[in-house]
């Protein structure tokens, strides 16, 4: 058992120099890095872009449905008014306009509200794509063992935040991204 430590402790301390020359050659670098996601999406070009346009179609289609709910509210306002003098045939075909205009509008709504959740899935999608390229890349360039976003890391050193750099990088790989529209 004594001979078995001997001979380790022997190649032990034959190997120590080796191991530090060894690390003055190669410096280590910092393992891990730190993406705020959120942060690149939000000051992003692209993702600004894209939120700005999205936006911009959200408020369209609801000026669209604001109008037909005026529409709506007027034939309903209408129908009251005019409901005690009506002869039946009439008040059931006003019933029927305002229950068929109300499923329009529904419709309407509903179709503009998924269009939307599709482009926003599509761009999100492209943003990612993007983004774990980006990531990727400057991981395997800087040597880190992992990169890390905001929920995945308890605690992360401010010498370790790549954001500034994946943005500027994300950055130059969709400036164009804005003409796609």
């Not at 999406?41 to 289609?61: D, T, V």
């Not at 006003?94 to 899935?121: G, V």
């Not at 890349?137 to 890391?153: K, N, S, V």
């Amino acid at each position: 058992m004594t001979a078995a430590l001997v001979v380790l402790s022997l190649v032990f301390s034959l190997s120590r120099p080796v191991l530090a020359e060894s690390a003055r050659k190669d410096p280590p670098q910092q393992p891990f890095a730190f993406v705020d996601v959120a942060q690149v999406y939000a000051n992003s070009e692209a993702g600004r872009s894209i939120i700005k346009m999205l936006q911009e179609k959200q408020k369209a289609n609801r000026e669209k449905e604001k109008a037909m709910e005026a529409d709506l509210k007027n034939m309903k306002a209408d129908l009251a008014k005019r409901q005690s003098v009506l002869k039946p045939d009439a008040l059931s075909e006003l019933t029927t306009q305002i229950t068929s205009k109300f499923t329009e509008y529904k419709r309407i709504a509903e179709d503009n509200q998924a269009a939307l959740d599709r482009e926003n899935s599509h761009w999100n999608g492209k943003i990612n794509g993007m983004l774990v390229r980006v990531v990727k890349e400057l991981g395997a360039e800087r040597g880190f063992i992992g990169i890390f976003g905001p929920g995945q890391l308890l605690y992360h050193d401010a010498k370790i935040d790549i954001t500034a750099e994946v943005l500027e990088r994300f950055n130059a790989r969709t400036k164009d991204w804005g003409s796609e529209r």
